[in-house]
């Protein structure tokens, strides 16, 4: 059975990217790099509120 992933964001909160991306790397962490069907899931909405939150608040150049 195929799953559709939504591609709207609804992030539970105005997070940075900075955030979502620890996030990120807590998730691939606690994985030990091989994602799980429900990991995977959580990782691609993850991803989508980080691309919507680096939008918002671009990074600044060094």
């Keep these: 059975m195929l799953h559709s992933m939504s591609t709207t964001v609804e992030p539970d909160s105005e997070r940075s990217a ?11 962490l606690r994985s030990g790099g091989t994602l ?3 990991q995977r899931e959580e ?3 993850l991803v989508l509120e980080w691309a919507a939150a680096a939008q918002r608040r671009p990074a600044r150049a060094a």
């Design 18 to 28: 900075a955030e979502v991306n620890e996030e990120i790397r807590a998730l691939w």
């Design 36 to 38: 799980t069907g429900e």
């Design 43 to 45: 990782y691609q909405r």
